[in-house]
């Protein structure tokens, strides 16, 4: 009885094994992980200065290494989510320089100068909600939640640059923001209502 036990326990270890193999070769995290692996970085700075959310934060980061993976994993701002990890989903869309980014997509040494706005800068400093977030809620936007972060930093970008659009232009500018819910209508009608059009 204890070896059919065994037996299954090394079986199942080795499925998951196989199915982690495959994953991280076709999401490109076997590229990651090995350059993360080599020694020598060709004596390149990793203790950088990066401004994310107004605060200067000072961070030892790989040059191999993501902004997005920099954000969760080193500055514990988990808000910026990781789906797709290759620049598809819009889930780690953060804002550099006011300019909506997938954050899976660019290194973090690449930021150094810039300002850098993650989930959790665009709330006011009391705590209060940005207006995207409030309709978004009143819209009953978010459904399983995990791509509203990047939903609401695209949002937020393009009502700081266009004030009053129109649902066609909200839904081009919300395009790269893919959401496994189907919620789409939902968060084009947050949008219009954070920017006025929709009481």
């Known amino acids: 009885m204890n070896d059919s036990v065994n037996l299954q326990l090394t079986r199942r270890r080795f499925i998951k094994g196989v199915i982690f193999s495959g994953a991280a070769a076709t999401s490109g995290a076997g590229v ?42 080193r500055l514990n701002l988990t808000g910026t989510k990781i789906g ?4 598809e989903c819009g889930a780690c869309t953060v804002l550099i320089d006011g300019v909506p980014n997938y954050a899976c997509s660019v290194l973090t040494h690449n930021v150094k100068t810039k300002q850098v706005t993650s989930i959790e800068g665009v709330k006011s ?37 266009n004030p009053r659009p129109t649902k066609a232009e909200a839904a081009q500018a919300m395009s790269g923001n893919l959401c496994r819910c189907g919620a789409y209508e939902h968060y084009l009608n947050g949008v219009l209502r954070a920017s006025g059009q929709i009481a």
């Open 125 to 161: 400093e009391d705590g209060t909600l940005h207006a995207v977030q409030q309709a978004f809620i009143a819209e009953n936007a978010p459904q399983c939640g995990f791509c509203t972060p990047g939903q609401v930093m695209s949002a937020v970008a393009l009502l700081a640059n």
């Open 32 to 73: 990651y992980l090995a350059a993360n692996a080599q020694s020598g970085n060709g004596g390149m700075e990793r203790l950088i200065t990066l401004t994310i959310n107004g605060r200067t934060r000072r961070v030892d980061v790989p040059p191999t290494e993501t902004l997005a993976n920099t954000l969760r994993y």
């Open 84 to 87: 797709c990890n290759r620049g």
